[in-house]
């Protein structure tokens, strides 16, 4: 349509009005979650893991220490009474998160419960693990302190081994599936989160997690990169995925989750998750030296460092940085190509990560931007005549 904006050619393909988000409010909103870097290192050494492409890290304390775990503990305090936060989640990451040590571990989830009582904020822990370390002990602790526990596993053994092993080049995948069957035997069902090998079998890849391990929910990642890197086109596996899971799982309740936020978003909804859909990016991040950081898996860019710890800082100082305030404001501001596009509310312009360079910052489309025009236009085409049809409904009643 000549001289039509992103907004009438969305609404000529169907679409729903555009979520209305307002950048002054939002810069606004206090951070309600921090990743902890519990550990540095790890006992893998996945072949596409963002976190030690920055070698920097290999500086960093192995674990964090007890002190800073403490400090974590009094700056979290101060945060929830400043800004009366009744909710705040905390996800323990790495490296490995379970290389923290089960009597560490222990006296975190107790000073977080604490904290609780004291403030009447519900304080959420979530961890994400590859589960090599998952024994009977730390299922209860995970028990104990109310821990949702997500489970990273890329598929059936050949594609999970392929690119996930030990530090030795040994396979994961037994000891992986061991620790979601030691979860599962204490009545714990774990999230999964897979990264997709865009040179891999989606067909298999899905049934394996559904037929064979008997998910119901998961969620299945686009590979990390910049725009300056030249990733394989993902399209092809996604819109494979998608066929499989739209034909054959959907109406029995499965549910993945990049899938559900894409959708959400041809709805007009907000995605709900930071990977993709347009909205703010808050994210912040503590390192094991108790470092006050931005966003982690921009550490793929290389511009991290705040010069903030937790030891002289408060947690609201990152929003006062210059990546933190970088990355909050491309995640409102995209692209000139992205404004452009009438999939602009889907996508946002993709993950933040995935839409730096060297010679232009954020100021980018996704390195993955045409395999995202193709992914959400097939996922409109296959789920807009059910949308239609539900809406219609009610009015034949």
Known sequence: MPGATPADEGRAAGLPARRPVLPEIEAQRPIDALVVKLAARCNMACSYCYWFRDPSVMALPKRMGEDVAAQLIVRLREHILDHRLDRFTLVLHGGEPLLFGKGRFLSLGLAAEALAAETGCDIRLCIT???????????????????????????????????????????????????????RAFGQEPGI???ADPSGDPDALLDHFVAELGLKELDVLIPDATADDAPPAIAPFFIG??????????????????????????????????????????????????????????????????????????LDDIRATEPWRAIFDASLDLAPACRACPWAQVCGGGHIASRWSRANGFANASVYCADLKAVIAHIWARVAPELEFTMREPLHA
């Not at 559900?260 to 912040?284: F, H, K, N, Q, T």
């Not at 503590?286 to 950081?293: F, L, P, V």
């Open 193 to 195: 989160l897979a990264v």
């Open 129 to 183: 693990t590859n589960g090599l370390l998952i024994d009977e002990d730390r299922v209860l602790l995970f028990i104990r302190f109310r821990v949702a526990v997500t489970l990273s596993l890329d598929g059936p053994a050949d594609q999970h081994d392929r690119v996930r092993f030990d530090l030795r080049g040994r396979p994961t995948y037994a000891k992986t599936v061991a620790a979601l069957e030691r979860l």
């Open 241 to 314: 995925l998608f066929e499989r899971w739209w034909t054959t799982y959907a109406a029995a309740g499965v549910r993945i989750r990049l899938f559900d936020a894409i959708i959400a978003g041809l709805v007009g909804a907000s995605s709900g998750v930071e990977s993709i859909g347009y909205g703010p990016v808050r994210a912040a991040t503590i390192s094991s030296d108790g470092a006050i950081e931005a966003h982690d898996v921009c550490r793929i860019t290389g511009r991290m460092g705040a010069g903030l710890n937790l030891a002289t800082d408060a």
